[in-house]
């Protein structure tokens, strides 16, 4: 009778558990449907649209400004184009679209949050996650973020999951390799968080350390020629001008850094304020708290952390970062993370 009240009890929880999961995540889907608007409020917007609305799929992925972001147009130009043979509002498909990929990515980052902590830290990680201001913003609106952002979070986790497992499946590999590689090819910053991912390939799991890095250097140096050759098309240029094209062409926008005073004060200014503006000064200020309780306690754990947002420091100094902070945006899933482990053990936090 004990073990069948056990029993009965621990599928009643899996139950409840599984239950809130699916509330949850439909909530999450229709918050973001709530405020969706089609127009191109974004700069990039007109652009996007534009490409999506053209009727050759290999010119629309290869026209654009440098890098192409080819991965959105890749991934959305089919449904663009089904949604408007259907008479239906294209724009708004799209984005519709878009939530759901995020809404997909963001039950991952709880399982992946999970596997690296622990169910409380999940939780709290993914509530927060849900509610910064930027990724919401990313998810209702014409823009690349979301879609590269969300490969990015799905394929550490299957990363995580074939390192985790104690039998590792080469299909969890095979699909963290592919969302990878979407992602690179959608937005080519990816790069600046490949240090995350080997380091959390070792701090996993070192037996299978070597199979996780080649996977993700193969992820990379495919996407990689993928993104050269969208770019050498339509510039007429060959494959190994167009890795040169694909890897400076933003460089001119980054903010030109010098040792002096001056200098230093303006990258700590554009590392800071985009992370106050769209991940809240709270979830920061505890964030950067719970790093130094880690450095003290849980050295792996911090390294992972600082991994995780650090990059920010570099994705942060483009022209557009001090009012956007766009393009640190995955770094703010390692700030929820952070603050989570905080919040898990001080509730007046």
């Known amino acids: 009778d004990s073990i069948q009240s056990t029993m009965l009890f621990s599928s009643f929880f899996v139950k409840i558990t599984a239950e809130m999961t699916v509330a949850f995540l439909l909530l999450f889907l229709l918050s973001r449907i709530f405020f ?11 652009e996007y649209l534009t490409r999506l609305a053209e009727k050759d799929y290999i010119n629309a992925i290869t026209s654009g400004h440098l890098p192409l972001h080819a991965g959105y147009i890749i991934l959305f130009w089919p449904i663009y184009q089904a949604s408007q043979s259907l008479g239906l509002n294209p724009a708004l498909v799209v984005i519709i ?3 759901i990929v995020a809404t997909i990515a963001i039950f991952y980052f709880y399982l992946f949050i999970k596997i690296i902590s622990d169910k409380t830290t999940a939780i709290y990680a993914t509530l927060i996650a849900s509610t910064f201001p930027l990724f919401w913003v990313t998810n209702v609106t014409i823009m690349m973020e979301t879609p590269y952002v969300s490969l990015f979070i799905i394929s550490t986790y299957f990363l995580a999951r074939y390192a985790s497992d104690k039998v590792p499946k080469k299909f969890h590999l095979i699909i963290a390799g592919n969302c990878l590689a979407l992602s690179f090819i959608t937005h080519f910053g990816i790069v600046l968080w490949i240090p995350l991912l080997i380091y959390l390939s070792f701090f996993l799991n070192k037996t299978t350390f070597i199979k996780s890095t080649t996977s993700i250097i193969f992820a990379i140096v495919i996407s990689s020629i993928i993104n050269a050759y969208f770019i050498a098309i339509p510039n007429n240029i060959n494959l190994y001008d167009g890795l040169i094209a694909l890897y400076t062409a933003k460089l001119g926008e980054h903010a030109q850094f010098s040792l002096s005073i001056q200098s230093i004060l303006i990258y700590i200014r554009n590392f800071m304020i985009p992370l106050f503006r769209n991940f809240t000064i709270l979830v920061v200020v505890l964030a950067f708290i719970s790093l130094i309780i880690l450095f003290l306690k849980n050295k792996k754990l911090f390294f992972l952390s600082a991994l995780w947002f650090v990059p920010s420091f570099i994705a942060n100094q483009w022209w557009d970062s001090v009012l956007f902070g ?14 989570a482990n905080i919040l898990k053990k001080n509730k007046i936090a």
């Open 36 to 46: 969706i608007n089609s127009d191109p409020v974004f700069f990039d917007s007109p």
């Open 97 to 99: 679209s878009q939530t």
């Open 326 to 339: 766009r393009h640190s945006l995955i770094a703010g899933f390692g700030l929820t993370f952070l603050a």
